[in-house]
């Protein structure tokens, strides 16, 4: 809001330039003082006015089609431009943009996602409204539980997909006439939900069911699922990651260092939030669950038996990174597709969900313990500076690490710079660089590189993946196994 932010005010008091003291100058002081308050309060007060009293610019209430999430995002950015900010994440099977903002100026960011399912594009219209009430709370002085709007957003950074699966989406609203390919999909057969048509569809455009399409515990036919070829709904993909909207993801999650995650589906009321896959984090992330649970009236499902089904995003994120991942059924136990819009009414109430997420994100403490670190099974011992971790990227002392593996260290004092080669390569790492130099490209590294404890530390994973090893995290024991099977 332009109209509220960035005053800049000069004021000339005029006073006889023979016989001015000391004390005339100190008066001189307090009015102008005291003349800007009063001016900049009532600039203030008169854009809160105009904020309060202007319309919001989201209609929950309506069919939020992919052009209108377009718009709104262009109209929000344009109104709150110091709290939103649009970007690409990649685009879909048919060329759309997988459109994404950030909300929020914190250090801490908490990733959402919605409509990774067609029918369920209800969940677009959830999180463009809850973004909207936030960033406009932000500047009427709102509060959550006796915490100011502002507050929250000065610690944490929403980082929200609100379409994921925008050309599914496409296809639900409009029928196979809107998509570019119509004898593809109408030559795809409905495994759920026949009655009620292209209402009903739920995968993307390929007919691959992405909530079944990422690589943790991923299978082409599971105990649940014996769909083997794209579909309206639960084909899990010919591998995993096959599309370009959960690569997407994918990318997303690796680079952007995050603390929680929630993904937004429609049916049921409940929280599903943790997994019998990463038994470790249970009673860890237990309580936040019970918290959420309590601030919005949504029971909490017991852990998800991973054995039954694969290829989810919470559950390959939580696996991954360790992170508190919840999914969110928004909407009443249902199978009326798509969930109308003009019952909105029903999940308005709980648009908090998001700073109750915050308020838990808000405390959350990262290098508490040090990381483990192995190599073929061998723990690295550290002789000082421990690994640590970072908005979920593990640290990890450069030569004690490099020597494990075989590589070979080099400090360049003149440079300030440490070379890490093998037989057949090199790369070069600067304190302070979130760049990884070799001779034939620029990597960007998702932290960058510290000097902390006389020891150069780097992301384990980048470097190391780069050399040929696997590197992996155990969510058990808090720990990074590398492996030299490359």
């Known amino acids: 809001m332009r109209n509220i932010v960035g005053y800049a005010i000069i004021f000339r008091i005029p006073v006889p330039l023979s016989g001015r003291t000391d004390r005339l100058l100190g008066i001189e002081k307090v009015i102008c003082a005291v003349l800007c308050w009063l001016l900049a309060a009532a600039a203030l007060s008169s854009g809160l006015k105009t904020l309060a009293a202007e319309k919001d610019i989201v209609d929950p209430y309506t069919t939020y089609s992919y052009e209108i999430l377009i718009e709104d995002l ?10 939103i900010s649009a970007f690409s994440i990649g685009r879909s ?11 929020g100026r914190g250090s801490k960011t908490i990733i959402m996602c919605s409509s990774t399912h067609a029918r369920e594009h209800i969940t677009t219209n959830f999180v463009m409204y809850m973004a909207e009430q936030y960033a406009k709370g932000f500047y009427l002085g709102a509060r959550y539980n006796g915490k100011p ?8 950074k929403f980082l929200i997909v609100p379409m994921l699966n925008p050309d599914g989406v496409n296809l639900a609203q409009f029928g196979p006439g809107a998509v570019s390919d119509p004898a593809l999909i109408e030559g795809m057969r409905f495994t759920e939900h026949l009655w009620a048509g292209y209402d009903a569809w739920k995968a993307n455009i390929n007919g691959v069911d992405l909530n079944r399409n990422y690589p943790y515990n991923w299978k082409a036919v599971t105990p649940d699922n014996n769909i083997t070829k794209p579909s309206s709904a639960g084909y899990s993909g010919p591998y995993a990651g096959s599309e370009p909207e959960t690569r997407a993801m994918l990318s997303l999650l690796e680079n952007i260092p995050f603390w929680a995650l929630c993904s937004f589906h429609i049916s049921g009321e409940v929280i599903y939030w943790a997994d019998n896959g990463t038994p470790g984090l249970t009673e860890k992330h237990r309580p936040i669950a019970e918290r959420i649970s309590d601030a919005i009236g949504y029971r909490i499902k017991d852990p998800e038996n991973v054995r039954t089904f ?17 999914t969110v059924e928004l909407c009443p136990s249902t199978v009326e597709y798509p969930y109308p819009a003009k019952n909105f009414s029903s999940i308005e109430n709980i648009y908090t969900v998001g700073l109750a997420l915050a308020s838990e994100v808000m405390g959350f403490k990262d290098g508490v313990k040090s990381p483990g670190i192995s190599v073929d099974g061998k723990n690295i011992v550290f002789p000082d500076q421990q690994p640590y971790s970072v908005n979920g990227s593990v640290l990890v002392p450069l030569r004690a690490a490099a020597e ?10 003149a440079s300030g710079t440490a070379s890490v080669s093998d037989e057949y390569t090199e790369v070069v790492l600067t304190p302070g660089s979130d760049v990884m130099r070799t001779s034939s490209q620029d990597i960007y590294l998702p932290f960058p590189v510290e000097l902390r404890g006389g020891r150069v530390s780097v992301p384990v994973r980048a470097l190391f993946e780069y050399f040929g090893f696997q590197v992996g995290w155990d969510s058990r024991t808090g720990s990074v196994y590398i492996s030299s099977n490359r």
């Open 149 to 156: 709007y502002r507050d929250i957003l000065d610690s944490v």
């Open 93 to 103: 099977v048919e060329g759309r943009e997988l459109c994404a903002f950030t909300l």
């Open 310 to 326: 694969g290829g989810y995003m919470c559950n390959y994120a939580r696996n991954t990174y360790g992170r508190f991942c919840m």
């Open 404 to 413: 494990a593996c075989g590589l070979s260290v080099t400090w360049n004092a």
């Open 74 to 83: 262009r109209q929000l950015e344009e109104r709150y431009p110091e709290l």
